[in-house]
């Protein structure tokens, strides 16, 4: 199972940026699917879930109405669409496949990407 995170860069404040998630070696359509993410020295954070079907989405409260979870179950990727990006959302952002537990909680999944880093310059 791999799950390869990309999209991330450097962005100023208010700017745009769309991370994906690809994936192999899983049924994609059968996995929920999430995103975290982590500053340096802080715990590792949810930000988003998307159902397995993509019905329901989930987010943390910091990112609702600016940030968007999808999926592609065709092509197997999941994508966060990030908008209005302020200085406070520079992190690594990892993506993460399945769960057994409650969606905002990290252990819950069971398969992770190594990780993309956004940085929001003010």
């Known amino acids: 199972v791999q799950l390869q995170a990309s999209g991330g860069g450097l962005v100023q404040a208010g700017g745009s940026l769309r991370l994906s998630c690809a994936t192999s070696?899983?049924?994609?359509?059968?996995?929920?699917m999430g995103w975290f993410r982590q500053a340096p020295g802080k715990e590792r954070d949810f930000v988003a879930h998307?159902?397995?079907?993509?019905?329901?989405?989930y987010y943390a409260d910091s990112v609702k109405g600016r940030f968007t979870i999808s999926r592609d179950n065709a092509g197997n990727t999941a994508y966060l669409q990030m908008n209005s990006l302020v200085p406070e959302d520079t992190a690594v952002y990892y993506c993460a496949a399945g769960r057994r537990g409650h969606y905002n909680d990290p252990r819950a999944y069971g398969h992770w990407g190594q990780g993309t880093q956004v940085t929001v310059s003010s």
């Open positions: 998307i159902t397995d079907n993509g019905g329901s989405t």
């Open positions: 070696g899983l049924a994609f359509y059968r996995h929920p």
